[in-house]
């Protein structure tokens, strides 16, 4: 009962996403989704209108240039990563943990949106200009955010001495990225048990390797079946 007496308090209805929100978001999927399947170069706006079964000019209302798109994919990208980092990495806890959260939040991102991942990835070193420097800067702000992990895991030693963050953390990123790009362009994502379950393994690996030293009969997850 409420202080009213009027029984449960039901919580408040969601309101519908606005369908210009809506629509923009398409766009950008679809952005996202021709230059995974054929790389910047490859690309056109003709060939995003059509995935959206919109005429061309249209399409020159979300964005004036297939070079802007890029921009905008990217963009978007990199703040869900950082945000979502972020978190992990600002909360209490014992640094094992946060490095195994952050393992897997990142694999997470790369199947889970494999078309935001994959433009991001491989195109980005198209993304020029002030634009460029700003991606550029943001993906150095994530791998510090990795680094900030190792150095906590050395300062409370439950990381090996001889572990130096900058250079763990961008092996790290290089070892779990290059799962984002083992996938061929145009090819579904992997289903998100099977993406899950890569996640734990990988994670449970990297974090023995960096341990000061193993626990005995420590218990690990198998390796994830193809």
């Not at 923009?24 to 399947?37: I, R, S, Y």
Request: charged share 25%.
């Amino acid at each position: 009962m409420n202080a009213a007496g009027l029984g449960p308090r039901r919580a408040p209805p969601r309101r519908p996403r606005p369908k210009r929100e809506t629509r923009w978001q398409a766009v950008l999927d679809a952005a996202a989704a021709e230059f995974a399947a054929r790389g910047y170069l490859g690309a056109s706006t003709g060939q995003i209108a059509r995935r959206l079964g919109l005429k061309q000019g249209s399409l020159y209302y979300y964005f004036p240039s297939k070079q802007r798109a890029l921009e905008l994919v990217c963009q978007l990208s990199t703040e869900e990563m950082l945000g979502g980092l972020g978190e992990i990495v600002g909360r209490a806890g014992e640094p094992r943990a946060k490095l195994r959260r952050a393992i897997e939040f990142h694999l997470d991102w790369l199947t889970g949106r494999p078309d935001y991942c994959l433009t991001f990835l491989r195109e980005r070193k198209h993304v020029t200009g002030a634009a460029g420097r700003l991606l550029a800067e943001t993906a150095h702000r994530y791998e510090a955010l990795f680094e900030r992990i190792f150095r906590e895991g050395v300062a409370a030693r439950v990381f090996r001495a001889d572990c130096r963050p900058a250079q763990a953390a961008f092996a790290t990123l290089a070892i779990i990225n290059a799962f984002g790009l083992r996938a061929p362009r145009g090819r579904p994502a992997p289903r998100r048990s099977a993406a899950a379950e890569l996640a734990r393994w990988l994670a449970d690996m990297m974090v023995a390797g960096f341990e000061t030293r193993a626990s005995p009969g420590r218990a690990t997850s198998r390796p994830p079946r193809r």
